[in-house]
């Protein structure tokens, strides 16, 4: 262990920056001096023994050499790493070791000291050369010692290589800032070579305008030992680039500095800033509005074109606020926001001052599918319902057409039989003429009915949902259909009496009438319409309906037809799309829609050949709930006691009406006013008691609503 801890304090000793000339003056040859006669020979060569012997067991290389060129040493360890014999060259001329040799003991003759860094074969030298000198300073030869750089300069050209391979750019600076290493990502971002950068100062890089947090860089090294600044430079080609540095003190006089390209960071910022600001007009012209909220129901986003219609023309206002600061959040808005913010999505449609809005509701998921918040995105569908309804109004009339030939014969044999009991009255007894006005008031009655039923069809959607008796609603609409289909077309329904839906009556008997008259049309040689009503607790899957607890009416209307193929069932629901010659393609659409208003759905089977069912399913209403009577039976008016008669006004442009409304009133004691038009019905009621006003829908000049809404 001491000879190892010797060997090593050697080795530093020999291989320390500068020591080679300490080495070759301790080599130079030393006149005899008086004392040294008396030396014994053996010390002497003990001496040098010793010294062999350390170069033997240090990892060094030693040549040694007169002013002839003579080699005098040729020893070290190092020399066996490279293949080479200690010793062998001893005697033998400089020139006959290698001519790299010989050139370098030209140079140290002529008295240069210098370094080398050369590679022989597969060892990486360190050559360190100097002239040996007499006590008189003069050249007695020279002396060149090898180290073996290997390990050491490899591990260096791998640690630049990992740097070189880097994406950030990577400087050593001196003292005054210049560049004494770059890497290639440096270069590269510099817009220089090495070469053009070696002793260039980072200063001179940085363009005129950030030349003040350039010198800051200077400043803050000297005081604190790091700097960090964003600065632009000037590349060689003139772009300018923004760059991010980061530099510190090494303890040495230099500096380590990375620096980092901003450009393309920046440019990411501008385009999302860009994008933010297009997203945003995008929204205030879109005509929509979207309120999105975070868990605690603060609104980070609120813009749309149609915000106004929440109130709120400067959504700013109310970023950062409860969403319950919008005026317009009003009714189960709250409700339906919660519900969101659980993790539930759905839509739904409601009023909002003068318009309708149908509003989707979602959660906001982040990464890992965790509500951090929810959206609700709101569209106007005002004028949108509008053209539905005037599209159902048209295939409304569109029915009572198809309808219109049968029901006026009907009507017309309806108001013969009321005709001829009338004339058989006239000529009767008063007594004997009381079963011939019992049968023209039975006729007459069945007219109104029947009118009142094509009026149903016919007038426009404006009664509300409600329970529907599904029993009564088929009821009358095949009894309008027996009157106008003709002998070839049969109907039969199938139907439990206490089945009810909850919907819309007018709406429901349109989709009825809609499919009854495509199921007989498609059977131009007759043939039978079978419509049938069924509970249904669970609708198929193809069906996708959520589970109710009172479930669903599973109506069906089937034909024996022509049928239809798969790619004409497809489109059986599209729009103006008809396999008639004068279709419109209306009726199908309007059956769709009005379903699915219904949250209900509509299926199709059919089959060239095989005839079509049609699968309607509806919500059903509560076990316990009671549709309204099918009509009203006909009743007397109460008579009028003693007491002061109730005023009332009748109001229609039909005298002959007129006359007999009053003297039915008058029988029955009320006090009767009479007016032809709504001038004269709002003169009378602001000037007069009126109790009770009869108003006629339908008149010139002001109609029966706007005399409603003038009253």
Not at 102 to 107: D, F, I, S, V
Not at 156 to 170: I, K
Not at 176 to 189: E, G, K, Q, S
Not at 628 to 657: C, E, F, H, K, Q
């Amino acid at each position: 262990m001491r000879d190892q801890t010797q060997t090593a304090r050697h080795t530093r000793q020999f291989t320390a920056p500068g020591r080679v000339r300490a080495l070759a003056s301790a080599l130079r040859p030393h006149p005899t001096r008086p004392h040294a006669k008396s030396a014994p020979t053996e010390l002497a060569t003990a001496g040098e023994a010793h010294l062999r012997l350390l170069l033997q067991n240090t990892p060094i290389a030693l040549l040694g050499f007169d002013t002839s060129g003579i080699v005098t040493l040729y020893e070290g360890a190092g020399l066996e790493a490279i293949g080479k014999v200690p010793g062998s060259r001893l005697g033998q001329h400089v020139r006959d070791v290698n001519p790299q040799t010989h050139a370098y003991a030209q140079r140290i003759l002529a008295g240069e000291t210098f370094t080398d860094l050369v590679t022989f074969r597969t060892r990486i030298l360190e050559m360190n050369l100097a002239p040996v000198r007499d006590e008189r300073g003069a050249i007695a030869g020279g002396l060149i010692l090898a180290l073996d750089r290997t390990t050491e300069r490899r591990a260096v050209e791998r640690f630049r290589r990992v740097v070189d391979l880097g994406s950030d750019a990577v400087l050593l600076l001196d003292g005054d800032l210049r560049f004494t290493y770059t890497n290639a990502a440096a270069c590269r971002l510099l817009g220089r070579s090495a070469n053009a950068l070696a002793a260039r100062s980072f200063a001179d890089l940085v363009v005129p305008a950030d030349r003040p947090a350039g010198a800051a860089i200077a400043t803050a090294l000297r005081e604190r030992g790091v700097a960090n600044q964003v600065l632009r430079i000037e590349r060689d080609d003139g772009v300018e680039v923004t760059v991010e540095s980061h530099t510190v003190a090494l303890g040495d006089g230099t500096y380590h500095c990375r620096t980092r390209d901003l450009s393309p960071w920046l440019e990411s910022q501008e385009a999302a800033h860009i994008s933010e600001s297009y997203l945003q007009s995008v929204l205030r012209h879109a005509p929509v509005t979207m309120l999105a909220v975070d868990t605690a129901g603060i609104v980070r986003l609120y813009d749309g074109k149609d915000r106004p219609l929440f109130g709120t023309p400067q959504p700013e206002r109310y970023l950062g606020r409860h969403y319950t600061a919008i005026p317009a959040v009003t009714g189960d808005f709250q409700e339906r926001m919660q519900r969101a913010l659980t993790g539930e999505s759905f839509s739904v449609v409601r009023p909002v001052m003068d318009h309708t809005l149908r509003m989707h509701h979602n959660p906001i998921h982040d990464r890992d599918g965790a509500i951090t918040g929810a959206v609700i995105i709101s569209f106007d569908i005002t004028e949108e319902r509008a053209l539905v309804a005037q599209v159902r109004q048209a295939q409304r009339m569109e029915a009572v057409g198809n309808l219109a030939a049968g029901v006026s014969h009907d009507f017309n044999n309806l108001l013969t039989v009321v005709l001829a009991n009338l004339d058989v009255a006239r000529f009767q007894d008063p007594a004997s003429a009381e079963g011939a006005l019992a049968q023209a008031a039975e006729a007459a009655r069945s007219a109104a009915d029947l009118s009142r039923q094509l009026l149903d069809i016919g007038r426009a959607n404006i009664s509300p949902r409600g329970v529907v008796g599904v029993a009564s609603t088929v009821r009358e609409v095949l009894s309008l259909l027996d009157r106008s289909l003709g002998d070839e077309i049969r109907t039969l329904a199938q139907i439990h009496d206490s089945l009810t839906v909850l919907g819309n009556p007018a709406q429901l008997r349109q989709v009825l009438m809609n499919l009854a008259l495509n199921a007989a049309e498609a059977m131009p040689d007759g043939g039978e319409v079978r419509v049938t009503a069924t509970p249904a607790a669970q609708p198929p899957t193809s069906a996708a309906l959520p589970d109710r607890t009172d479930g669903y009416v599973e109506l069906t209307v089937s034909d024996d037809g022509i049928g239809m193929d798969q790619e004409t069932a497809d489109r059986m629901w599209d729009p103006f799309f008809s396999t008639k010659k004068d279709g419109t393609g209306l009726g199908t659409a309007v059956v769709w829609g009005i379903v699915r208003e219904h949250d209900g759905r509509v299926l199709v089977d059919s089959a060239p050949g095989q005839g079509t069912t049609v699968r309607v399913f509806l919500p059903a209403a509560q076990p316990n709930a009671v549709a309204p009577p099918d009509n009203d039976a006909p009743r007397r008016l109460p008579t009028i006691g003693p007491a002061p008669a109730p005023s009332v006004l009748i109001v229609d442009d039909l005298l002959p009406l007129r006359v007999a409304s009053r003297r039915i009133l008058e029988d029955a004691g009320y006090h009767v006013r009479e007016a032809p038009d709504g001038v004269e019905a709002l003169t009378i009621a602001r000037t007069e008691r009126i109790d009770l006003v009869v108003l006629d829908c339908s008149m010139p000049g002001m109609s029966g609503r706007q005399v409603y809404d003038e009253l």
